[in-house]
């Protein structure tokens, strides 16, 4: 998607810094970290929003999870705990319109769902 900012750090044309890539799957620090750890999740195919995961890609599903847990391990804080949010459309909080789930940690996260 030639306007999607995502898209973009996908094709190498926006910088990102990069802490677990694959075939499937992007994982790069936030660029507003709101923990110690903050790690956004993308797959490489462009998917706007969670609700736009059917039968037809649900390995994306599991590709996230999969780079979840690795991207915990590679930051340490697999055993110390983590959250995982995928925001859905806008009262979701979702700005960038290519999934992503968001990784924190690194503290102890105070918001029950903050
Ligand atoms: P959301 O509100 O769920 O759509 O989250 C989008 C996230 O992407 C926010 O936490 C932003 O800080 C993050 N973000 C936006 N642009 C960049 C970028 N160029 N590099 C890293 N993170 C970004
Ligand atoms: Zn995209």
Same mark, same amino acid.
């Given at each position: 998607?030639? %306007?999607?900012?995502?898209?973009?750090?996908?094709?190498?044309?926006?910088?990102?810094?990069?802490?677990?890539?694959? %075939?499937?799957? $992007?994982?790069?620090?936030?660029?507003?970290?709101?923990?110690?750890?903050?790690?956004?999740?993308?797959?490489?195919?462009?998917? /706007?929003?969670?609700? %736009?995961?059917?039968?037809?890609?649900?390995?994306?599903?599991?590709?996230?999870?999969? /780079?979840?847990?690795?991207?915990?391990?590679?930051?340490?804080?697999?055993?110390?705990?983590?959250?995982?949010?995928?925001?859905?459309?806008?009262?979701?909080?979702?700005?960038?319109?290519? $999934?992503?789930?968001?990784? $924190?940690?690194?503290?102890? $996260?105070?918001?029950?769902?903050?």
């Amino acid at each position: 998607m030639p %306007d999607c900012i995502f898209c973009k750090i996908i094709k190498g044309d926006i910088p990102c810094s990069k802490v677990y890539e694959d %075939d499937n799957i $992007l994982a790069f620090n936030d660029i507003q970290p709101m923990a110690p750890v903050h790690v956004i999740i993308i797959p490489k195919k462009h998917i /706007a929003t969670l609700m %736009d995961l059917d039968a037809k890609n649900i390995d994306v599903t599991s590709n996230l999870i999969s /780079a979840a847990q690795k991207v915990a391990r590679i930051k340490n804080i697999s055993d110390r705990g983590f959250r995982t949010v995928i925001n859905c459309n806008a009262e979701g909080g979702q700005v960038v319109f290519h $999934l992503h789930m968001h990784l $924190l940690g690194g503290r102890k $996260l105070q918001d029950p769902l903050g």
